[in-house]
């Protein structure tokens, strides 16, 4: 039968100490002379107390096993160069702290910011060791193994959320959490949503609070069981994190009238009852009092620039379309403003004349980057195969002026019309 770890680390102790008392003993002890039983008892103990308190964090590390990397649910492809969310952005990458600590101790908390090829700065938050970012194999994730898990840059994963940027490259963020395992996974770990039941004991949940405030913000201060603290902002994009028990469920009244609950947020800046001010540069503040609202609390914060939106007849160009096999409607056109990243796409729509009610229009997006000038061919499952004219409408869509948090952008719509083509189905 394996031994439990504390056994080896109490047996590695006990070995050890008494190597520090036998060493202790031939360097002043004379070759003639013994130690009273009593006194290397006593030297004994001390030893022991001394690793165990100098090497707490030796034990943390060390008796903590090192596990498989964190996975990539790759739900859009595998990362990839102007499709998707992109790759890193060398030089890009922040680790904006390793110290935060855990209301019950062990493994700090750690959060790093990267931005992508295609427009995202994405932040990750979980445990940290040696350095690392990581989650842990418990409460129910990776199996209840134990071990740590790196969380590597770039993985889109738990503890992983990402924001288009606004209008001059920077990422925005506020992310509440009110339910998270403490091993840093994902809170469906401990919450069946469907019920609500809450599957982990509270001591093994803690409340999150992160984000990116933006390059000009200076300080946050964030509400304790005692008061209230403040911290200064973490790098250049104004990074914070906050470390709490399980928050409580409250239930706040939005704009439209309606009650919501704000144990999870994830908004454009911090809207959740933890964080109180946010300070920024010549003497400007927002105080937190949360909205539910997609923009968060502090809607316009300092440094923030809008998402520029192209005029209407800067899109338009000559389209051309074809059926193929009666499968597929083949639309060729070329593409006037360039899409350089996630925060615009063109849109392709096919509507079915009414003989194929009730079937509606079928479309799909143009999900990866296109020169200004360069030629897009797009194939388009037809909604029916029935003869008829069929409606070919292209669209240039951008996110809005304020984006919304996620790994893929809400794209206005309609958008902006590039051009539209009738085809008949004979």
């Known amino acids: 039968m394996s031994e439990h770890p504390l056994d080896t680390l109490e047996r590695r102790l006990m070995a050890a100490a008494e190597r520090q008392v036998a060493a202790r003993r031939d360097r002043r002890t004379p070759r003639r002379g013994r130690i009273p039983r009593s006194r290397r008892a006593l030297a004994l103990v001390a030893a022991l107390t001394s690793l165990l308190v100098g090497g707490g964090a030796w034990a943390a590390t060390s008796l903590l096993s090192v596990g498989s ?24 990458v922040h680790l904006l702290t390793t110290t935060v600590a855990d209301p019950a101790g062990g493994l700090p908390w750690g959060l790093r910011s990267f931005a992508t090829s295609r427009g995202f700065t994405c932040v990750q938050v979980g445990r940290v060791l040696q350095g690392r970012i990581g989650l842990l194999g418990t409460q129910g994730a990776f199996g209840g193994d134990g071990r740590f898990h790196e969380l590597r840059v770039g993985v889109i994963a738990d503890g992983t959320t990402c924001v288009p940027h606004d209008g001059a490259g920077q990422g925005f963020l506020g992310v509440h959490l009110g339910a998270v395992p403490a091993g840093g996974a994902g809170p469906s770990k401990c919450i069946i949503y469907q019920s609500g039941r809450q599957t982990c004991p509270d001591r093994d949940l803690r409340s999150l609070d992160y984000g990116l405030l933006g390059p000009r913000a200076t300080r946050v201060t964030y509400r304790t069981a005692t008061g209230t603290r403040t911290v200064r902002a973490l790098g250049p994009g104004g990074g914070y994190l906050v470390v709490g028990p399980r928050a409580p469920t409250r239930e706040i009244r939005t704009k439209r009238g ?21 300070d920024y540069g010549a003497g400007e503040s927002c105080r937190v009092v949360p909205t539910l609202g997609l923009r968060g609390a502090c809607a316009d914060p300092p440094g923030f620039v809008p998402v520029a939106q192209p005029a209407v007849g800067a899109v338009r160009t000559p389209i051309a379309a074809r059926v193929v096999d009666r499968r597929v409607m083949r639309v060729r056109f070329t593409a006037r403003v360039a899409v350089v990243d996630a925060t615009s796409a063109y849109t392709i729509m096919v509507y079915p004349p009414a003989s194929c009610a009730p079937q509606g229009a079928i479309g799909t997006e143009v999900e990866h980057d296109v020169a200004a000038g360069g030629r897009v061919i797009k194939d388009v499952p037809m909604p029916c195969r029935r003869p008829g004219t069929y409606r070919v409408v292209v669209s240039y869509r951008t996110q809005a002026r304020h984006p919304r948090v996620g790994t893929r952008p809400s ?16």
Do not use: E, N
Not at 411 to 426: E, I, N
């Open 69 to 92: 990397p964190v996975p990539a649910p790759y739900r859009f492809g595998a990362p990839a160069p102007g499709r998707g969310l992109g790759l890193p952005v060398p030089g890009t």
């Open 258 to 278: 309606s009650l919501s609950s704000d144990m999870y947020l994830a908004t454009l800046t911090p809207d959740s009852s933890v964080i109180a001010r946010v």
């Open 411 to 426: 794209l206005q719509d309609p958008g902006k019309r590039v051009g539209t083509l009738a085809v008949r189905l004979g």
